[in-house]
């Protein structure tokens, strides 16, 4: 084309110009921006054709408008104005601005105003191009809402997710991975390997050889080790990206930790190891106390026939006291089996709880102390008060066993907590609303997993032959289990184990129903102190009227009342004050002839109860006793 001023032909000329802005005029219609020329009173002196078709309108009707006509005059005060301003005075000025469009709606743009100068240097008019990125807008904004999602997709989710290079070296790892891995942010992972935290290195080299086909993969249960060197097993899923060379680029990890998993799984094989023995131990122990039955019968109706003096006597009294010995075991096995049914009430938890702590405070060996967190008062269960008794006081003394070589804390803590906060944890389909949980946390040996595993199996045991059963846990567990309730541990070598006891809380409308006497009176003669209350609270809930008597002078009193006689008595030979040949001398002496109901331990040398089979004691109950057991005696005595 040639230069305009080397025309002279006034015709060429204007055939000149008519083809320049024709050209022009077809580049400016033709860009995908809005493109005008504004004057300094805000006029619209050209525009193209990008800007019409955005306001639906032909240039006509939009050249000679204000910018206010044509964006709307709040649009144009508050966001157009001062930028206009500012390129008339010299400035390129570029801003991004959303505003509602009179034609179209709310609309977002990337705005640009140049100035133009005339030959003398003066602005009169700007040249604004203005883009609608509203599309982009929304592109964007879509794209972010969806980035978010997944963040929080990725945050959220319980499952862990990792990216490494080929050579294991990790670049990425989500919260759920640093919380699986015990790691407390993701800077302790950088520039670290991926294979240092697989428990076996060549396991990590097989699956990275697997992986090699660009192929997801799922590899199972792998054993791991966490940031603090802790053993943990997850299930591990993967997939190496590979780049157009088919070369390795990174591989993508997920990790879902199989802890629980695997706890629900040991769990339940337990439960159905604990099921089997417990059935065949029952049926057992069934018919062997059928057996002992005989032996007693007879040994009985032997030492009648024998001077008391006899050695033969004597020796019969050993059998008696090793049978005595035998229905103790099984009492414990059929406890066990849950084939011996409790008799329930409402029992507040805590006060079983603080008389098992002051008990066992009384007996623990210095270097060992016992200390209680106890939140809630009047939390109640529905369960028989001496087996609740003796379950906490299995677990107390179990755990002070555990440190009687080094020392060290035994911590007991009692909390309600709600029914659907443990629902996982219990795995049990029905559960109650609210729990009691029990917390036993002991300083003492530990235990590794081969033998946390078989704590709860009759008879199995870690003591010395001759110093343990091996039935103080499997009767926790079969007390506890009879209650509805559960019994956890985790345990660890060498630094502790912590026992916990889940008890369903008793709603208030419970009601037990009782066969009781009205008006029949029981004296109690206690023994320790503890395990009286226990069992007084167990009386207390049969509806008879009982009456203690602690000492001999307490005792002669209740004897002498002539309005409060008592009906029955009920004798715990660890009194201290009271003998049973006391007992029996002071009954004598008076012409009395109240039954009495005695309570002795199973290791109790029947010699020194020699009065067993006078007019007096009608029946012998072995500790640990029940409270199912005590109504029973005791209805049978006053029928």
């Known amino acids: 084309m040639n230069d305009i001023n080397y025309i002279s032909d006034p015709e060429d000329l204007i055939n000149f110009l008519k083809k320049e802005k024709l050209v022009s005029d077809h580049i400016l219609d033709s860009s995908r921006s809005m493109i005008s020329v504004i004057n300094r009173n805000y006029i619209y002196e050209k525009v193209n054709a990008t800007f019409c078709k955005a306001h639906m309108g032909i240039a006509e009707s939009i050249v000679g408008k204000t910018l206010g006509d044509v964006w709307g005059y709040d649009t144009f005060q508050n966001y157009i104005k001062n930028n206009l301003d500012r390129c008339f005075s010299g400035d390129t000025v570029r801003y991004e601005a959303s505003f509602t469009v009179p034609q179209t709606g709310k ?35 879509f794209a972010s809402e969806k980035e978010n999602e997944f963040r929080r997709f990725e945050t959220n989710l319980p499952i862990g997710f990792l990216r490494c290079l080929p050579d294991g070296k990790i670049i990425h790892a989500n919260k ?31 699956h990275f050889e697997q992986l090699r086909d660009g192929k997801p993969k799922s590899f199972g249960r792998v054993p791991l080790k966490t940031c603090r060197n802790n053993a943990i097993v997850c299930r591990l899923s993967a997939f190496m990206v590979l780049d157009d060379s088919s070369n390795p680029s990174y591989v993508d990890f997920s990790f879902e930790d199989s802890s ?42 032997l030492k009648e026939d024998l001077p008391e003096t006899s050695p033969s006597a004597q020796k019969v009294t050993r059998i008696l006291m090793a049978v005595s010995k035998a229905r103790s075991l099984t009492s414990q096995i059929l406890t066990f089996s849950r084939q011996v049914e409790q008799e329930k009430i409402i029992v507040d938890l805590s006060e079983v709880l603080k008389e098992t702590i002051s008990f066992m405070k009384a007996a623990t060996p210095s270097g060992i102390s016992i200390r209680s967190n106890i939140r809630r008062d009047n939390l109640t269960v529905l369960a028989d008060p001496t087996q609740l008794f003796r379950i906490f006081l299995n677990l107390m003394t179990n755990a002070v066993q555990s440190m009687e070589e080094k020392g060290g804390r035994l911590s007991i803590s009692l909390k309600q907590i709600p029914g659907k906060k443990v629902k996982n944890i219990l795995n049990k389909n029905i559960f109650a609303e ?49 209650m509805e309730g559960e019994v956890l541990v985790s345990s660890e070598k060498d630094k502790g184990s912590v026992f916990y006891v889940y008890l369903p809380v008793a709603r208030t409308d419970t009601r037990v129903k009782e066969q009781v006497m009205p008006g029949k009176r029981i004296l109690f003669i206690t023994g320790n102190p503890h395990e009286s209350n226990i069992l007084l609270l167990a009386l207390g809930s049969t509806g008879y009227k009982v009456a203690l008597a602690p000492d001999r002078e307490q005792f002669l009193r209740e004897l002498s009342a002539k309005t409060a006689f008592p009906d029955l008595i009920l004798f715990s030979n660890e009194s201290k004050e009271i003998k049973t040949n006391d007992l029996v001398s002071i009954l004598k002496e008076r012409g009395l002839s109240v039954p009495v109901i005695l309570i002795s331990d199973a290791n109790r040398d029947l010699n020194e109860d020699n009065s067993l089979s006078s007019e007096f004691i009608k029946q012998r109950l072995i500790k640990p006793v029940s409270l199912k057991e005590i109504k029973s005696a005791i209805q049978l005595l006053l029928v």
Not at 185 to 203: A, G, K, P, V
Not at 260 to 287: C, F, N, P, V, Y
């Open 260 to 301: 629980r998993e695997l706890m629900l799984e040991s769990r339940l094989l337990q439960a159905q190891k604990l099921e089997t023995i417990g059935a065949l131990a029952g049926g057992i122990a069934h018919d062997f106390n059928n057996i002992l039955t005989t032996i007693s019968g007879y040994s009985e109706l």
């Open 434 to 482: 609210e729990y009691a949980l029990v917390t036993f946390r002991d300083t003492g040996t530990g235990m590794d997993p081969s033998i946390l595993m078989r704590i709860f199996e009759p008879f199995f045991t870690t003591r010395e032959v001759g110093k343990g059963t091996g039935l103080g846990l499997s009767v926790v567990h079969g007390i506890v289990t009879e």
């Open 176 to 206: 759920a991975f640093l919380i699986i891995m015990e790691c407390e942010e993701e800077m302790e992972l950088c520039d670290t390997n991926l294979r240092n935290r697989y428990s076996e290195e060549t396991l990590f080299n097989i």
């Open 107 to 141: 609309r977002f743009f990337e705005v640009v105003f140049r100035p133009i100068p005339t030959e003398s240097g003066e602005i009169t008019h700007l040249l604004a191009e203005t883009f609608d990125v509203t599309d982009l807008k929304i592109s964007e904004k």
